[in-house]
């Protein structure tokens, strides 16, 4: 479909305007596979993200925020890097508002792992907006901005195959962002998602695939990247061995439930962690820097990263994070 013809579709849809076998049929026309369109993931998006519920915020602090996000769907098991990464990030300086989701295919999402460590979800789009500007963070709970998802999801599960709603979740950020690091599952959506960032106003972007399917930057081998700034996409190769990373096998990064992942994030922000697992958000934090524009490239990034983890003001921002939520 061209993307006024999805636009057209997906705003019936969100408008429920659509019977539960209508949606069905709909649904199923939207596949997610290698043949889906840019177009028809742009226009899903923007229909999606225009029946949220928005973030009111200062218009100037717009184009200053951030997501580091996956769009999930990998099972790998790791433990929760983006959310890692995103603390790490908001303690060198950026706004970081960042939108996710209990677990679906994992033991823990973003939620999970950020309520275990004591972040209020419950609250709600001013208070959100409060926290953003106050401690230079806040988490979006993605439940409670797209209150049309409650009757579309039930007749989604009803189906197995993936369809575009699969990456749809880092694509509709209720706070407007424009400036994303973002991990798909599958090397031929790389480039792909930059298109539909650029069509849909990003002002930069890094999408990342491993190759070994992880949603995130692997320090286990290759990771394929595409880098959206000032209009133009590059495609790009990261290769942890580049930046003095020594590889590590995929299971040193693996997490758990909630509360075993939560306690790995602690050790990572009082510099008690693993290698592998220091190294995984070193990386992943200092492309984050680079979408945003801080770091000139991945090196610097890797050396503001690690200073914000020695320093010890990456768990002092959580511990703000923790105090700010919890007292508004």
């Not at 303690?91 to 275990?116: F, M, P, Q």
Request: aromatic share 6%; charged share 20%; proline share 2%.
């Amino acid at each position: 479909m061209t993307y006024s013809e999805t636009h057209q579709q997906f705003e019936s849809l969100f408008n429920h305007e659509m019977s539960d076998e209508q949606m069905r049929d709909f649904l199923y026309t939207i596949r997610l596979d290698t043949a889906t369109s840019v177009e028809s993931i742009a226009a899903a998006a923007e229909v999606m993200r225009s029946h949220a519920l928005q973030l009111d915020i200062d218009l100037a602090l717009r184009p200053k925020l951030i997501d580091i996000v996956g769009t999930g769907g990998d099972k790998s098991g790791s433990f929760n890097i983006s959310t890692t990464t995103s603390i790490v990030v908001a303690s060198c300086g950026v706004y970081v508002a960042k939108h996710g989701n209990r677990s679906i295919t994992s033991k823990s999402g973003s939620a999970d792992v950020l309520e275990v460590l004591g972040v209020r979800l419950d609250l709600d789009t001013k208070q959100t907006a409060t926290m953003l500007q106050e401690c230079g963070f806040c988490f979006m709970f993605a439940q409670n901005y797209h209150p049309a998802m409650k009757f579309i999801m039930p007749v989604r599960k009803t189906i197995r195959e993936k369809t575009v709603f699969n990456v749809l979740g880092p694509l509709t950020n209720p706070a407007g962002v424009q400036k994303f690091l973002l991990g798909v599952f599958e090397k031929s959506f790389v480039p792909k998602i930059a298109e539909v960032l650029k069509i849909n106003g990003a002002a930069s972007a890094i999408v990342v695939s491993a190759a070994e399917g992880m949603d995130e930057i692997s320090i286990s081998g290759i990771t394929y990247a595409a880098l959206l700034k000032e209009g133009r996409i590059r495609e790009f190769e990261i290769d942890p061995e580049h930046y003095g990373i020594a590889k590590a096998p995929f299971e040193a990064i693996l997490g758990g439930d909630a509360s075993d992942n939560a306690a790995i994030v602690h050790n990572i922000l009082t510099n008690r962690a693993t290698d592998a697992q220091r190294d995984i958000v070193q990386l992943n934090t200092a492309a984050a820097l680079v979408a945003e524009g801080m770091a000139r490239d991945i090196q610097e990034g890797m050396e503001m990263a690690s200073e914000a983890l020695l320093s010890g003001s990456a768990f002092a921002k959580l511990q703000e994070i923790v105090s700010v939520s919890t007292t508004l």
